[in-house]
């Protein structure tokens, strides 16, 4: 799963969505870019809701990776 975050997200908004992710027992790879940061969590993300995160602050969009078959 990729967890894409608004321009405009501020440091707060960053760690609220990181916080959500570590306390579920989620491992996450931050990459920071020029005009966004992406969030990749690593684990089980089918327990996790999209319409959750993708309402939380500062998260412009949530993208599942499907699984190969």
Do not use: C, W
């Amino acid at each position: 799963m990729l967890i894409i975050m608004k321009r405009v997200a501020d440091e707060t908004a960053l760690d609220s969505v990181k916080e959500y992710l570590i306390t579920r027992d989620f491992d996450i790879h931050q990459s920071t870019g020029a005009n966004r940061i992406i969030i990749g969590v690593i684990g089980d993300t089918d327990t996790l809701d999209n319409d959750t995160i993708s309402a939380m602050p500062g998260v412009l969009q949530v993208v599942r990776i499907t699984k190969e078959e």
